[in-house]
């Protein structure tokens, strides 16, 4: 009786701070500032905003593995306003989807290796990656960014967006969506369409790569969470990936 007390007011505490109300997401961010998250990267296909990444390497991006595109229509942009035409572009070179990815699934996360010059005057700089031991705990203060939705079914932005979020405990998250897998994290609130493939970012570390929400469509429903696939459980394929004994990049 007590426990299921404690629960209910968790919960109500939590509803009252607004942390699981994932429609108020990136719907409701701040612009950017240009000199802040020079790892943030548009996936684009036929030169359309599709998904965001993170840059991890000197052309290493991170995205979903939902995320996936025809490399020979894609390419990836930095520049916090897509609408820029000095942005840096680069095409993509490979690209290797978690061989266990299902769209909009579990394990979604992919790499992409880039190609294409360095344009000096457009300032990128990658972001680390968790190591193994990293722990993040519940209500930990993170952020996420995007070009997504502004709305349910609006469109996508071309500024930059990024909004404070708090990590949930994980128990109260699969409470909240039965059937999660140990490999993700989840936030209060988070993202919308278009803002999948982009960082949680925790202590200037790249912690998570939003993938999915309960409805998908629906950016405004509450009290359920956001789900990041947790980077620290991809750590063995992601190396495996660069030493070049996976996929191949």
Partial sequence: MMHGLRKFLLLHVLACLGLTVPGSAIIHGEKASEKSMLYMASVQENRRHKCGGFLVGKD???????????????????????????NQRKYILKKCKHPRSKEKEWNDIMLLKLGGEDRPNIKVKPILIPTPDLNITENEKCHVAGWGFTETSGKSV???????????NPKLCRDQLRGLPADVICTGKGFCQGDYGGPLVCNGMAVGVASWNRRNADCNYPGVPNVYTDIKKFLPWINAVLKKTACKI
């Avoid at 996936?68 to 990836?76: F, G, L, M, T, Y």
């Fill in 158 to 168: 071309d500024d930059l967006r990024v909004l404070d979020v708090s990590v949930i």
């Fill in 60 to 86: 290493l991006v991170v995205t979903a593995g939902q995320c996936d595109v025809n490399v020979r229509e894609a390419d990836v942009v930095f520049g916090h306003d897509l609408r820029l035409v000095e």
